[in-house]
């Protein structure tokens, strides 16, 4: 029994959705869902079992967390919603954020604090998994107790839980009277690993409702599957392994040419990457019968960093803003107090994404670069088309300089990279840096172009596809499939924000 549950305990890689083992696992998830459409409880149980089982899948023993903070916050929410005195009501509030960041910065930031403690006073501090240990001795496993590992997808679900008791204390969310339905919403599988971070009030009303399931939604779920897939692993994967890894590992044995060409490939892989698992996970919640909300809109067409902002990562930048940047006092207490909130905001932002220094030097300078946005707010506004441009140009420029800090391995790497495109950026390198990557260069082009396409064009080319005849729509799927097929890398990589 001990070697049983040593095997099924570890984490594993055959659940992302770049596997065929995910989409075995969804086809039947997909086909029970529709038997069960006219029975809603048992239908929420399913899905419920069937995200408990992916997420044990792919993080493990971690599974116990997911457990363990659906129980948590599901008493503390109807807690806060019985009690009617302020301050009992705030001290539950209180006991739910204090446990979930803690259980956060257990596992995501030990090592920073033994690392800044240790600086501090000379003393080597030793880091311990009692979770590992638990398991070890309740379950027979062989955990590594002296490491402790990041649970997949924790910083997600810990924000979601965190802004399910914000809102019941506020009162703008009655609590969920069944675990089994708060449970779903917690571990809803196509969501959990990397988002989008899903509001209790955007995400519980529709549990209750029957499954409806439109034959322009079914090919517009395709669609965004496609699409995102072909992001993944056609563009970001390919990206990564040919090009920009081995750049930013070893920047001094390259060119300046080629550091800046490996930059701006990083600025789309990143993009692809998570745009793309959040096209999937929206197309995979819509096939089940539920709307996730939109996480990105093509975000380097921005033409201010307060733009950006509103369309990279919307469910994070959205949640700190209600629930860090609005508390800390927002745009309400004066101009020098709302530049403070936002660099609080931008710091913590940058804080969430890991215990870094680079992190926290990439979120320190966009609160910087949000200061000087909000003080020439008014000039960017403007109607003028070469003011736009300009705003543009630098709002893009300062992004892909910021993802430099975002994707180095070490903080020496920043003055190597530097160092390099101002001292060996040659005229004379081009053409045979360009002869030897024509594919990558050919790839940086498709991809921001397509980024690049106007909304209204775009528009047109999705409202074409999913009014065309059946037969053509399966053909172009087909082919776009076959294509990812024959062209991917063979080395699946796993999403970039599975690390955070």
Excluded at 132 to 144: E, H, I, K, P, V
Excluded at 220 to 226: D, K, P
Excluded at 402 to 417: D, E, G, H, L
């Amino acid at each position: 029994m001990g070697e049983l549950l040593k095997q099924l305990s570890g984490q594993s890689d055959l659940f992302l959705f770049t596997h065929v083992a995910f989409w075995v696992f969804f086809g039947v998830i997909l086909f029970l869902n529709l038997i069960l459409k006219n029975r809603r409880k048992l239908r929420i149980a399913f899905l419920f079992l069937a995200s408990l089982f992916f997420y044990y899948k792919t993080g493990g023993y971690f599974f116990s967390l997911l457990v363990f903070s659906t129980i948590v916050d599901y008493s503390l929410g109807l807690a806060i919603h019985r009690s009617s005195g302020k301050l009992k009501r705030k001290l539950l509030l209180s006991i739910s954020v204090i446990i979930n960041l803690s259980v956060l910065a257990y596992f995501k930031y030990t090592y920073f604090i033994a690392d800044l403690i240790s600086l501090i006073s000379s003393d080597t501090i030793n880091t311990y998994d009692y979770l590992a240990s638990a398991s070890n001795y309740a379950l027979g496993t062989n955990f590594d107790i002296d490491k402790i590992t990041l649970p997949v997808g924790i910083s997600f679900f810990t924000f979601q839980t965190i802004s399910y008791s914000i809102d019941v204390y506020r009162k703008e969310l009655k609590p969920v009277k069944n675990i089994i339905d708060f449970g779903f919403y917690v571990s809803f599988f196509p969501q959990l690993i990397a988002g989008p971070i899903v509001r209790a009030k955007q995400f519980i009303p529709q549990i209750y409702k029957r499954l409806v399931l439109s034959e322009k939604w079914i090919w517009w779920a395709a669609l965004l599957i496609t699409g995102g897939l072909l992001k993944k692993m056609l563009i970001s994967d390919f990206l990564s392994v040919n090009y920009v890894d081995r750049i930013f590992e070893h920047p001094i044995s390259y060119s300046g040419f080629e550091i800046t060409t490996a930059i701006y490939a990083y600025t789309l892989q990143i993009y692809c990457d998570f745009s793309g698992y959040t096209d999937i996970a929206l197309g995979v919640a819509l096939l089940l019968g539920f709307r996730l909300p939109k996480n990105f809109n093509h975000p380097y067409k921005a033409t201010s960093l307060i733009d950006f902002w509103r369309r990279w990562h919307i469910s994070l930048s959205s949640w700190l803003r209600d629930y860090l940047y609005i508390p800390l006092g927002g745009n309400r207490k004066g101009r020098v107090r709302t530049l403070i909130n936002l660099m609080i905001t931008m710091f913590l932002g940058g804080l969430w994404h890991g215990a870094a220094l680079k992190f926290i030097i990439w979120g320190t300078l966009h609160g910087l670069g949000l200061i000087i946005n909000h003080s020439f707010n008014r000039l960017i506004k403007t109607s003028n088309k070469a003011m736009r441009f300009a705003g543009w140009f630098i709002t893009f420029h300062f992004v892909v300089a910021t993802w430099i800090i975002f994707r180095i391995n070490s903080i020496q790497n920043v003055q190597i990279i530097f160092d390099r495109i101002y001292r060996a950026f040659m005229p004379y390198d081009l053409l045979e840096v360009i002869s030897t990557m024509p594919y990558t260069l050919s790839l940086l082009v498709i991809g921001f172009t397509i980024h690049w396409i106007p909304e209204k064009l775009r528009s047109r080319i999705k409202l074409r596809f999913v009014k065309a005849p059946v037969v053509v729509k399966i053909v172009l799927l087909s082919i776009t499939f076959y294509i990812i097929y024959s062209l991917h890398q063979s080395t699946l990589l796993p999403f970039i924000y599975f690390r955070f």
